[in-house]
């Protein structure tokens, strides 16, 4: 208790020193433009959240300092679709600071397009740990800097040692020289990097507040584990150095904004919102606010972001009707039979399958409009990522909603010879997760929830 007393001290005398520079940081959004909604719990973050929140802090709050960790950007492994556009985002948002992370790397000829096609501002991205990289340069500075405040970037691992410098006395010293002309000023590092490199950088004392990009791992699905238990967050203890929360979830407070956080618009109107409140860590004394968390009492109009959150919209749904022509073809020689032709065969399961929530899986899409949104519509139907499967509820609507081949694999050669022996393989709880993931059904648990499915 003693030594949790300390540390919340030390950073409060830190805060308090430097209250007139409140800052808000956030970060890895990692693609993470909207939560999927499909859990109350997890229905965190999003873009609209956002820009609405930070818009209305900064009403309230005109010279609060906005650091951005990077990251943003979609994982190497998945589409362009969402680049722009959280580019466009980002652009809305205006951050004093953007740390060039590991995404902005991976993703760097997509970014230098769009900074070419739009008439927007270049963005701050900072990164002081750069090699001589001429094409980075033109878009990377070393540092930014405003009235009484300064901030650095740090990023490393060795996949990208060719283009960074690690933190050592070469690089600690080229930074002390940088930061003879900010002596007296707030002194802000952006951090994403191992743990000793960050013990180094708070032993050279050459910053006064280090925030860290999130450590969690590329697969992490989101989950709510972050809010229910805040010091997740907390990667150092002496000074406190906190992370960013994942997947643009939420927002770390600093200085005096600790202690001052911009109410919902549903708490100032006395809307009622539906919120699920998770365990908050203990606080003490004045309880300072360490993250305001983007949950659905937090959305308020944003004309800007919205406006992007729309093309985005717009845009996901004309690539899911391009995809849909070039499956079309597939309908042909598909190697699903569709829940429909199961009944004849397997009345009983067919008759649990049809009272169950799978059967009705798309039109809870429809209601939210989302039947369209490739994310959505692949684990609302039968074979939306397979050859042959769902294409649209216009071109396959034998395949919309979760059937019996999701869980069995494809059926249509056992319904025209149902021989024993050839009927579907006993499935898993691995088929169930690839869906029922921490997110989307953060609650599962195989056993239990094969009850309310459970068949013959």
Known sequence: MILRMLILLLGLKADLIFAAHGYLAYGDLRGHIEPCGCDPSTDLGGI?????????????????????????????????????????????????????NNLEMQRFDQLSLWLRQ????????????????????????????????????????????????????????????????????????????????????????????????????????????????????????????????????????????????????????????????????????????????LDPATSSPNSSMDQVYESYTKAAQVSFHETGAKRLQQLKETPFAGAQVCVSCHPDASRVYLNSKHAKAMATLQLKSKSEDPECVAC??????????????????????????????????????????SGPDKSSANVCTSCHNGQHSPKFEFKSYWQRISHK
């Open 118 to 293: 739009s008439a927007a501002m270049v963005p701050p991205y900072i990164l002081s740990n750069l090699r001589d990289k001429p094409d980075f340069k033109k878009l990377v500075r070393p540092f930014v800097s405003g009235k009484g405040w300064v901030a650095f970037g740090y990023v490393y691992n060795e996949s990208i040692r060719d283009v960074v410098l690690p933190l050592g006395p070469e690089l600690l010293r080229q930074w002390r020289d940088k930061l003879l002309n900010h002596t007296s000023d707030f002194r802000v590092l952006l951090f994403s990097g191992s743990d000793v490199d960050l013990r180094q950088a708070i032993e050279s004392k050459l910053f006064e507040v280090i925030i860290s990009s999130n450590t969690a791992k590329p697969d992490r699905v989101l989950g709510s584990e972050e809010r229910s238990q805040e010091s997740r967050l907390l990667r150092s203890n002496l000074p406190p150095v906190y992370m960013v929360p994942l997947g643009g979830q939420g927002f770390l407070r600093g200085g005096n904004l600790q202690l001052e956080e911009v109410k919902p618009l549903s708490e100032l109107f006395g809307t009622k919102t539906t919120v699920v409140q998770e365990r908050r860590s203990d606080n003490w004394l004045k309880d300072p606010k360490l993250v305001t968390w």
């Open 48 to 100: 609209k959240r956002l820009g609405g929140m930070i818009a209305r802090e900064r009403a309230v709050h005109p010279s609060l300092l906005l650091f951005d960790l990077g990251n943003n950007l979609p994982l190497a492994s998945e589409s362009n679709l969402k680049t722009p556009f959280l580019l466009s985002a980002q652009a809305v948002l205006a951050p004093d600071a953007i740390l060039f």
């Open 380 to 421: 609302h139907s039968l074979g939306a990522t397979e050859p042959g499967g769902f294409v649209s509820l216009d071109k396959s609507p034998q395949f919309a909603n979760v059937q019996c081949e999701n869980c069995h694999g494809p059926r249509l050669a056992h319904s025209r010879d149902p021989r024993p022996g």
